[in-house]
C-alpha cells in the first residue's frame, strides 16, 4: 500500500478553518488509497509568540526549558488537526515527537536526530488511522524534549518520509509550487511540473527559495520525491515535483535566478604555484565567509589573478581576511567591487546541449548588458552584471529559454547520479546522524578535454556572445568556461572542449575576436579537469581549503578555478591529472559518501 508524508507549515494551520481544510486533505489522500502520515507545525506565527515570552521573563533562557516551552507550538496544532479529522468522521492519533520515538542528541534547540522507530507509527496505519506527528521535535536519551532547529519540520517531515519508505512527501505551503523563477521580479514566471533534486538544489541556493536546502539535500540522499503544493488551493491542484527527474529532456534550460547583493573581490597578481589557492582559502575559511563564483584566470608571467564574489554584507569580514594573505603574499594587490548581481540558469539538459551558452550572452549582449565574469558547472551557468542590470537581465534569460511556455515534450530523462538504492532503515539513520554534514558524492578526473584561452578582453558587451556563437556554429560541445575579474579592466575567456576540436575551436575564435581589439587565442591541446561534486559545498569553504591543501601538498599548480553550488572543477596539467585524483581522493575519504 502506498505511503503518503503530508506536511503543514505555520501558515497552513494558522487558523480552525486551516485546521479543517489541512484534515480534509489529509483524508481525500486517505480515500484515495494511501497510508497518511501528517507532519504539522505550530500555528501561524506561534513559535515566534513562544520565544517573545520566553525573552520576557528571562535575559537568557535555559535551552532545556526553550525547548520545552516551543514544543507545546507543535502540540497545540497535532492535537487540533486530530480533532479535526474526528470531527470529519475520520480516524487519527496525534503523536509527539516522543511518543512516535524520534530520538536525539542532548543539543537544545539544534538537535540531530539519531533514531526514529516506525513501529508504533505503522501498527496505527494499519488500523486505518491517520498519524499526526508533531514536526520539529524528539527527545534525548533522558527523555528531555528537544527541538531541531527553527523551521525543523520540513526536517521531520522528510526524515519521517524516509524512513517509512514513503512514495512521496508532500509540502503544503502558501506558493503554489516551485517557479521557472521567482515571479515577483519577472510577471511570466511559470510554474513547473518537475524539477530535479540536483537542479533545485542549485536554483534554492541561488534565491528562489521555496524550500529550505537542507530538505531537497534530504530528499536527494533519501530518494524521496517532495512534492511542493499550496494548502490554500481547494481543488488539490498538483504543485511541483522535486524528484529524480527534470521537467523536459528537450530543454537545456529549466529556471532561472537572480542574486541581488553580491560584492566581488580581486586579489591580483597571485604567484601562480601550487599552494597559493591553500593560502587564501585557508583565511576566507578561518573567517567563515561563504563564498561563491570563485574564478582563476589562466596565469601570465608567473602571475594569475583570483577573484571570488561574497554577500555584500559578509564583504568587510572578507576583506579582512584576505589582506592578510595579500599582505603575505608579495606584490599582491587586492581590489573590490560592490552593487553586482548574479544571474544564473539551471538545467539538466544543457550538461548534453551544445548552444546553451552563446545564446546566454547573445540576449544578454543585445539588451546592452556587460558580463563582468562567468563560470559554470555542468547544469548551470552564472554570469556576474551590474547590479542596475540585474532584473534586465534575469528577463533576457527567462525570454530567450521560453520559460515561460510548458515544454513540448515530457522527459524520462534523469539525473543519474539521483538514481540511488532505497537504503535500508539502519542506513537511513547513520546518514541521518551526519545530515548537516558535508557529503561528497563524487571525485572525478576528465581527461578528455583541452582548454581555449582568448586574452584581454575589452570590457563591454557582446565578446562572449561573439566567441561562444562561433563556437557553436561549429557545433563544438564546450563544457568549462571561465571569466574572471581581469585587473586592469580586461579579462581572460577561457573554456574547455573535447580534445580533438580544440584547434578548430581556436581557430574559429581567433577569426571572431579578430577585430574587438582582444589580445592573443591561446590554447592548450590537453588539459585535466578535476572536480568535486556533493551536497553542502558551497556553505562549507572548507571544501576549498582541504582541496586546494591536497594539491598544493602533491605539487600540483592549478591553472583554472570555477565553482557552483555543487560543484568545484579545477584545471590542472593533463600530466598531473591521476596525481590530483588520488590525492583528492585521500583527501576527502572521510566524507566520500
Ligand atoms: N515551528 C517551528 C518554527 O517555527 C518549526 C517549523 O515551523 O518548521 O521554526
Ligand atoms: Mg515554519
Known amino acids: 500500500m502506498s505511503l503518503i508524508v503530508q506536511k503543514f507549515g505555520g501558515t497552513s494551520v494558522a487558523t480552525p478553518e486551516k485546521i479543517t481544510e489541512a484534515a480534509r486533505k489529509a483524508i481525500r489522500a486517505q480515500q484515495q488509497g494511501h497510508q497518511v502520515v501528517l507532519v504539522v507545525s505550530a500555528m501561524g506565527k506561534n513559535t515566534d509568540t513562544l520565544v517573545d515570552l520566553a525573552n520576557a521573563v528571562s535575559t537568557s533562557p535555559a ?34 515527537g516522543g511518543q512516535i520515538g524520534i530520538k536525539t542528541d542532548s543539543s537544545h534547540t539544534k538537535a540531530r536526530i539519531q533514531n526514529i522507530s516506525t513501529e508504533r507509527m505503522q501498527a496505527l496505519l494499519d488500523d486505518g488511522h491517520i498519524v499526526i506527528a508533531a514536526g520539529f521535535q524528539g527527545t534525548d536519551e533522558q527523555g528531555n524534549i528537544t527541538t531541531l532547529g527553527r523551521g525543523g519540520s520540513d526536517t521531520t517531515a522528510v526524515a519521517l518520509a524516509a524512513v517509512l519508505g514513503a512514495d512521496e512527501c508532500q509540502i503544503y505551503t502558501d506558493v503554489d509550487g516551485v517557479f521557472t523563477t521567482d515571479p515577483r521580479q519577472v510577471a511570466e514566471a511559470r510554474k513547473m511540473e518537475r524539477v530535479s533534486h540536483n537542479e533545485m538544489l542549485e536554483l534554492a541556493s ?75 582559502f585557508a583565511a576566507i575559511g578561518a573567517s567563515h565567509v561563504a563564498v561563491d563564483m570563485v574564478v582563476q584566470d589562466v596565469g601570465a608571467d608567473g602571475r594569475a589573478d583570483i577573484s571570488f564574489t561574497v554577500l555584500e554584507s559578509d564583504l568587510p569580514a572578507t576583506l579582512k581576511a584576505v589582506g592578510k594573505v595579500a599582505d603575505a603574499l608579495n606584490g599582491v594587490e587586492v581590489q573590490c567591487e560592490e552593487n553586482l548581481s548574479k544571474v544564473s540558469v539551471v538545467g539538466l539538459g544543457m550538461a548534453t546541449q551544445t548552444g546553451v551558452a552563446d545564446r546566454m550572452f547573445r540576449c544578454l549582449a543585445d539588451d546592452g548588458v556587460n558580463i563582468k565574469a562567468i563560470t559554470t558547472s555542468q547544469i548551470k551557468i552564472s554570469v556576474l552584471v551590474d547590479r542596475a542590470d540585474g532584473q534586465k537581465a534575469l ?19 534523469s539525473d543519474e547520479s539521483s538514481q540511488i538504492e532505497q537504503p535500508s532503515p539502519a542506513d537511513i539513520v547513520a546518514r541521518l ?34 566567441i561562444f556563437e562561433a563556437v557553436a556554429a561549429e557545433n563544438l560541445l564546450v563544457d568549462m568556461i571561465v571569466q574572471g575579474a581581469g585587473a586592469d579592466g580586461v579579462a581572460d575567456i577561457s573554456f574547455t572542449v573535447p580534445r580533438d576540436s580544440v584547434a578548430k575551436a581556436a581557430k574559429v575564435v581567433e577569426e571572431a575576436v579578430a577585430n574587438l581589439g582582444c589580445g592573443p587565442v591561446e590554447n592548450d591541446p590537453a588539459v585535466a579537469i578535476l572536480s568535486v561534486f556533493g551536497i553542502g559545498i558551497r556553505t562549507h569553504v572548507g571544501v576549498g581549503v582541504r582541496m586546494f591543501a591536497a594539491l598544493a601538498e602533491a605539487g600540483i599548480n592549478v591553472d583554472l578555478i570555477n565553482t557552483s553550488e555543487m560543484r568545484v572543477n579545477v584545471v590542472v596539467d593533463s600530466a598531473k591529472g591521476d596525481a590530483g585524483l588520488a590525492a583528492l581522493k585521500t583527501a576527502f575519504a572521510d566524507v566520500l559518501g
Do not use: W
Open 63 to 96: 535551552a532545556r526549558e526553550m525547548d520545552m516551552l516551543l514544543s507545546t507550538g507543535e502540540q497545540v496544532s497535532v492535537a487540533l488537526v486530530a480533532m479535526a479529522i474526528h470531527e470529519l468522521g475520520g480516524k487519527a492519533t496525534s503523536l509527539t
Open 433 to 466: 546522524q551526519r545530515m548537516e554534514d558535508l557529503t561528497i558524492e563524487n571525485i572525478s578526473l576528465d581527461q578528455s578535454q583541452g582548454r581555449v584561452t582568448v586574452t584581454d578582453i575589452p570590457d563591454a558587451p557582446g565578446i562572449a556572445a561573439q
Open 206 to 280: 541561488l534565491g528562489a527559495g521555496v524550500m529550505h536546502s537542507r530538505s531537497i539535500e534530504f530528499g536527494k540522499k533519501f530518494n524521496v520525491p517532495i512534492h511542493v503544493r499550496n494548502s490554500g488551493s481547494f481543488t488539490d491542484e498538483p504543485g511541483t515535483v522535486i524528484g529524480p527527474e527534470s521537467e523536459s529532456a528537450d530543454r537545456p534550460v529549466s529556471g532561472c535566478a537572480l542574486t541581488k547583493n553580491e560584492a566581488r573581490i580581486t586579489l591580483a597578481g597571485v604567484p601562480d604555484q601550487p599552494g597559493t589557492m591553500h593560502q587564501v
Open 395 to 413: 528577463r533576457a534569460v527567462h525570454r530567450e529559454f521560453e520559460l515561460d511556455k510548458p515544454p513540448a515534450s515530457r522527459s524520462d530523462y
